[in-house]
């Protein structure tokens, strides 16, 4: 029975121990690892607005190229900013928000940035209220005391153990040296 109680008690000293590792690392880490997070969120959002632009200076280059080569296409464009018409052609006016945009609309500088993890509130939590810091950091005081107070063997029974086991390698190591002195 005794056994038994030792084997529990074991197996829950050193979860309780990685428990307060824990909660030390997330007080000690949540400010950098804050820092980190939001930081990689302003570079993917800087890269989300870089991409964005990228691609708004690609159209205009392609714009751009088919008024030099293509004057087919710089006649609709002028026809499409001075509303004007051939002769021969007939123009039905529809509403506004029926008509087709004829110029590329104005850039969108607008990018959501990413959202940042799921756990970065909690993070956000120890990092910014140090009190709630304070408390986890009292917290794993207290499962430290109590992990070798209570969870860990005692010293008396550590100590019955370790007389037996001295006076057991004392009566082996005796009669070793019994066989291996020569006898006058």
């Known amino acids: 029975m005794r056994h038994i109680s030792h084997a529990i008690r074991t197996l829950a000293f ?5 428990f307060v590792a824990t909660l030390y690392a997330a007080v000690a880490l949540s400010p950098p ?3 980190y997070l939001t930081l990689r969120q302003q570079r ?15 159209r205009g280059k392609k714009v751009i190229d088919a008024l ?26 529809v509403d506004a928000a029926l008509a087709l945009p004829h110029q590329a609309a104005a850039p969108d500088l607008a990018v959501t940035p990413p959202d940042l993890p799921w756990y970065a509130p909690f993070i956000r939590l120890i990092a910014d209220h ?3 810091g304070n408390l986890l950091l009292t917290i794993a005081a207290f499962l430290v005391v109590y992990a070798f107070a209570w969870l860990q063997d005692s010293t008396q029974e550590s100590g019955v153990r370790n007389k037996e086991s001295k006076t057991s390698r ?10 291996l002195t020569p006898e006058c």
């Open 170 to 179: 004392r009566g082996s190591s005796t009669r070793r040296a019994k066989v």
């Open 33 to 35: 690892l804050l820092t």
């Open 14 to 18: 050193w979860p309780c121990l990685l």
């Open 130 to 132: 140090h009190q709630f």
């Open 44 to 58: 993917d959002k800087g890269n989300l607005r870089l991409v964005s632009l990228d691609e708004q200076v690609q």
């Open 68 to 93: 030099q080569h293509d004057p087919n296409f710089a006649k609709e464009m002028a026809r499409a900013d001075f509303k004007a018409a051939h002769p021969d052609e007939q123009r039905i006016p």
